[in-house]
């Protein structure tokens, strides 16, 4: 049986019951609400799980989401390279309320942060407002304004962003303690 590489929301919520869904956003966004009995597994952790997800996928199809798509696709192409077989929710979380679905929004919400979108347009604003404030003292802060520009024209041509991969480093984008493992051990149980 061929398996598609993308599932829309409503083709996604029919098969819940019998998917493994792992979100691949940052635990901050993951804590903001996701689909239903997801687990989080950051994409920069993925290839931690690889082998808890060769066993699952034996045997369970995999879903693969986050906000809009781009990071599922990019970790549904990491576990195809390690011949994992999985599907990525087309349009993301945001195409899943989109469709009228809910997210499951747990009830501990103190580590909600915004998604890396809305990340990333805040730090590139920022940075772009801060260069044009300071060059009026000194030309030379535009060149800041300036690399924020081309960092988003290179993003949209290459649909990666180094700016989002770098917030992702940041303490609150980070898993808490133990969470990953605990996402591993309900992954290990299926």
């Not at 693969?64 to 390279?81: F, M, Q, W």
Request: aromatic content about 4%; proline content about 5%.
């Amino acid at each position: 049986m061929t398996h598609p590489h993308t599932l829309d929301a409503h083709q996604a919520h029919s098969r819940l019951g019998d998917l493994i869904v792992l979100d691949v956003r940052t635990p901050g966004e993951y804590a903001t609400g996701h689909l239903p009995g997801a687990l989080n597994i950051p994409l920069d952790q993925l290839t931690r799980a690889l082998p808890d997800l060769r066993e699952v996928a034996a045997h369970s199809d995999v879903l693969v989401v986050c906000a809009s798509g781009t990071r599922a696709e990019s970790a549904r192409t990491t576990l195809a390279d390690h011949g994992i077989t999985a599907s990525t929710l087309t349009g993301g979380t945001g195409a899943w309320t989109d469709g009228g679905l809910a997210l499951h929004h747990p009830e501990d919400n103190r580590h909600a942060t915004w998604n890396m979108e809305r990340q990333v347009r805040f730090t590139a604003g920022a940075v772009v407002l801060t260069g044009l404030t300071l060059g009026r003292l000194r030309p030379a802060f535009r060149l800041a304004s300036a690399g924020i520009a081309g960092g988003l024209v290179y993003s949209a041509l290459t649909n990666s962003c180094g700016m989002a991969a770098l917030l992702a480093k940041l303490p609150h984008n980070r898993p808490r303690q133990g969470d990953l493992e605990a996402a591993l051990t309900t992954l290990r149980s299926h």
